[in-house]
């Protein structure tokens, strides 16, 4: 740190010169100066590398920037960022500071999905594909879509569209693939909520055409305790109108705020 205020003083110090003798203007000297003062005060870092405190270098190297080898170092052992279908990618991205930016405060957030972004990284990682393999030949199909279509749905960009949402989402989908894999059709990339969704009428009793019932149903638990607590202790498992509520699925008839798990 001290080694980079140094620095800091040195080229502030020449900058000064260099405005008092006319060879930069004053809004280029600030500029230049305002760079050299976050490249030595970027910024605190964010709770989860709090403990790294004034320790730049386990993060940057001299002239290079945020190095990513360092954070490999670091994070080379969690296993189980590619065990988890929404984060298997991360064997094949080869950088890790476009996506995880720090110096933003320490209530930032380090795993905001930017979805563009992940499509430029993995088309810039395509790119470098030997020439006449599977992936060099995907790699081109995209360039071309990207160069002459539009966006397939308003809910999200044309960089957005190369993406195959069912690849990392799959294991979310709670329509057990009966809508398909285009989930631009409904969703897009900063939520899963959808504003426009009307439930059907509260008198509707085909619940088990969109909801799954969980495991428990299956099992003694759901006579034993769940369809008599909701004094239905004759309904059938696929009867959810029976003993649940549009509200919540914890809002059961006759209980009220139920939470038995």
């Not at 080379?76 to 720090?102: D, V, W, Y």
């Not at 749905?153 to 957005?160: D, F, G, V, W």
């Not at 009307?198 to 055409?209: A, F, I, L, V, Y």
Request: overall charge negative.
């Amino acid at each position: 740190m001290k080694r980079n205020l140094l620095i800091f003083i040195t080229l502030a110090a020449i900058l000064s010169t260099a405005y008092a003798m006319g060879i930069l203007p004053e809004s280029e000297t600030d500029a230049v100066s305002h760079t050299l003062h976050r490249s030595v005060n970027p910024g605190t870092l964010s709770a989860a590398h709090a403990n790294l405190g004034d320790n730049c270098q386990a993060c940057h190297t001299p002239v290079m920037g945020v190095d990513t080898a360092k954070c490999i170092l670091c994070h080379a052992n969690n296993e189980s960022i590619l065990q988890r279908q929404p984060t298997a990618f991360h064997a094949s991205i080869g950088t890790c500071k476009q996506c995880h930016l720090e110096h933003q405060g320490v209530d930032a957030s380090l795993s905001e999905m930017d979805h563009t972004l992940l499509t430029s990284i993995g088309m810039k990682e395509m790119q470098s594909a030997e020439a006449g393999t599977e992936e060099a030949s995907a790699y081109n199909m995209l360039v071309d879509k990207l160069r002459l279509a539009s966006p397939p749905h308003e809910r999200i960009s044309l960089q957005e569209s190369v993406l195959d949402c069912a690849s990392c989402h799959s294991n979310d989908d709670q329509h057990r693939s009966l809508f398909g894999r285009d989930c631009a059709q409904c969703h897009a990339t900063d939520r899963w909520t959808i504003p426009e969704f009307k439930h059907p009428s509260t008198n509707s009793t085909d619940c088990n055409q969109c909801h799954q019932a969980p495991p428990s149903h299956y099992m003694m638990h759901f006579k034993m305790i769940s369809a008599k607590v909701a004094g239905k202790p004759h309904a059938r498992v696929e009867q959810c109108h029976q003993c649940h509520q549009t509200t919540s699925w914890n809002d059961i008839k006759r209980a009220g705020w139920y939470k038995h798990h």
